[in-house]
């Protein structure tokens, strides 16, 4: 038993494998880049595209999210927690334990994180989705690595497929229904703009809870099965031992890089070519078709972001440089939670209500601020944590058994 324990404890730091962090740290940026938008703009308003009413350094900064960020970095972080599933799999298995249970509370605790995050801060969530599909890649774990990123690559472009089907189908559907359906969102997205600037904290949970359940709950037919499919290629990268020893492995990081930049570049510069600004939204096909486009060019994109990452990082001046995001992967969920926090005072009603009143620009100026001020946090915090708050929290209810908080011991009464 007392072996047991010891392989299930903290990974010691020298046996880390901090290019993780740090891609999880760059990942976080991102997502937080993106999301942020969307606490102080209608869930409904997804698919419309950059705001139409977005001019001058407001547009440039929304053009350069909604082109190079949206949708690439919740796939990064998709692709980190694949890889980061083998490590922790191996771990298990060497300590005599049963993967598929440990795993299952593990996720079982990450959709109650994400059901509280939807309830209680932003209707957005990512966490429950990855519960749900993790679920999936648990099940897959026991095919060959090859396998698995052909399967993984199949259901993301399956789901891009069929999302594309979806703009197809747009065209067919009787006018009555979609004006009814238009009249629908449009009269949750004005009551949205009223809820949440001026609304009490009672008020603005149940306008969370609804949102979700007409604009997140929906996505979820195509998240879950595209985000599981990135999870098997984050699997098959790992488990292919090209992260291990990234120096050593520059000639297939380079390769990745030239398959997939040229892919990822071609099937976004499609989508941008069919618009940037949708009046209707998820109702054009345009819209549709141009974010299907986008999303078939993430995945790609994103593992053309992670190699240049990783081939910064092989050299000694770029994994210093980059080294200062680690400390803020190794918080990741932590930061997003807590990036959620700080986005619903700042916009909401039972805040200081800034909802509608910031630009792109000065929204991706917050993010920045806090960003920078979460990466200082953490190389705080962990030199005297093991764990961030909530990554404590989590681990003690994947391992029925409370983690060792501090790193110093504390002195003798």
Known sequence: MQAQTAMLGPVATRDRLTVMDML????????????????????????????????????????GVHVLVAGKFWT????????????????????????????????????????????????????????????????????????????????????????????????????????????????????AAVVYPDGGFAAITARRVLDYVQVGLQGQMILVPMAAGVFLVGSWLMRGGWLHDPAAHRRFWGRLLAVTLPVGVLLTGAGVALGTTFED??????????????????????????????????????????????????????????????????????????WGEL???????VVLVVFALQVAVSHAWLARHRYGPMEWLWRWATYGRRPQWSRVAAAPA
């Open 24 to 63: 999880r740290g760059v990942a976080l940026f991102g997502v937080f880049a993106m999301n942020i938008e969307w606490f102080s703009r209608p869930l409904q308003a997804m698919g419309s595209g950059i705001p139409a009413d977005a001019t001058g350094l407001d547009h440039a900064v929304a053009w």
């Open 76 to 191: 990064m972080f998709s692709l980190l927690f694949g890889m980061g599933f083998v490590l922790m799999a191996d771990r298990i298995a060497a300590a005599g334990r049963v993967v598929e249970r440990v795993f299952a509370r593990r996720m079982a605790a990450l959709l109650v994180f994400g059901l509280l995050h939807i309830a209680l801060l932003w209707p957005g969530d990512i966490l429950h989705t990855y519960a749900v599909a993790g679920l999936l890649l648990m099940v897959l774990r026991g095919l060959s690595p090859t396998w698995q990123m052909v399967l993984g690559l199949a259901l993301y472009v399956g789901m891009g497929l069929f999302y594309l089907a979806n703009a197809a189908m747009l065209l067919v559907v009787p006018e009555a229904l979609m004006a009814g359906l238009r009249a629908e969102f449009a009269a949750a997205a004005a009551n």
């Open 281 to 354: 939204g998820v109702f054009d096909p345009r819209a549709m078709a141009s974010a299907a486009l986008m999303l078939l060019g993430a995945l790609p994109l994103s593992l053309a972001y992670v190699a240049l990452l990783v081939l910064a990082w092989s050299s000694a001046r770029g994994a210093r440089a980059l080294g200062v995001f680690a400390p803020a992967g190794r918080m990741a969920l932590t930061h997003y939670l807590g990036q959620s926090l700080i986005c619903s005072l700042l916009f909401y009603g039972y805040g200081f209500g800034l």
């Open 359 to 365: 630009g792109r620009a000065a929204q991706t100026g």
